[in-house]
């Protein structure tokens, strides 16, 4: 058999068993979480600096919150979004944040705030950064607590 078409062969033979192995793992499984390394060190930071320029003022110097905005770390914020996705969390800041002004910070910077945040509780970090597309971060599932 010539070669190309013994590698075909198999390529497809071990897709078929991919895709029946696929069939017997519950959806969740196969999804990625903030858990699986999701953002890089130097991502975050990046992020670091650009929080305390653009979010501090409102939830505090140690993301505690502040008189209106609430804590973007710990307990209540991580059980506030557990279940969602980090496309919804990205939306958020995306369309919301800063309150004031949400254009005055772009996309990417965004992408870099929210590695910050990630770091900041405690996620672990990863191989590649977090993506500025809302349709790329919709595939990751905010999940409060370590499975
Ligand atoms: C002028 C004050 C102000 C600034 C600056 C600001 N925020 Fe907010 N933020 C708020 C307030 C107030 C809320 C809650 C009410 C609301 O959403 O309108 C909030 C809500 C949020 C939430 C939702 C939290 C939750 O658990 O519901 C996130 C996430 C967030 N802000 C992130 C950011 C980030 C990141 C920045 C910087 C890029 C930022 N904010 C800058 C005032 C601010």
Redesign the pocket.
């Known amino acids: 058999m010539e070669e190309t078409t013994r590698r075909a062969i198999m390529a497809i033979t071990s897709f078929g068993a991919l895709a029946a192995a696929g069939a017997q793992v519950p959806a969740a499984a196969q999804e990625r979480s903030v858990w699986d390394g999701v953002y890089t060190a130097e991502q975050a930071a990046r992020g670091g600096p650009l929080?305390a320029t653009?979010?501090a003022?409102?939830?505090g110097a140690e993301l505690e919150g502040g008189e209106?905005?609430?804590p973007?770390e710990g307990r209540e914020?991580v059980w506030?979004?557990n279940g969602l996705t980090v496309g919804d969390?990205f939306e958020?800041?995306r369309v919301?944040?800063?309150?004031?002004a949400p254009s005055r910070?772009s996309r990417t910077q965004?992408a870099d705030?929210l590695a910050y945040?990630f770091s900041r509780n405690k996620f672990p970090v990863g191989e590649s950064e977090l993506a500025s597309r809302t349709a790329w971060l919709t595939q990751i599932r905010f999940v409060a607590v370590k499975p």
């Open positions: 929080y653009e979010c003022a409102c939830h209106i905005a609430p973007l914020f506030k979004w969390l958020r800041l919301s944040m800063p309150l004031d910070v965004k705030i945040l």
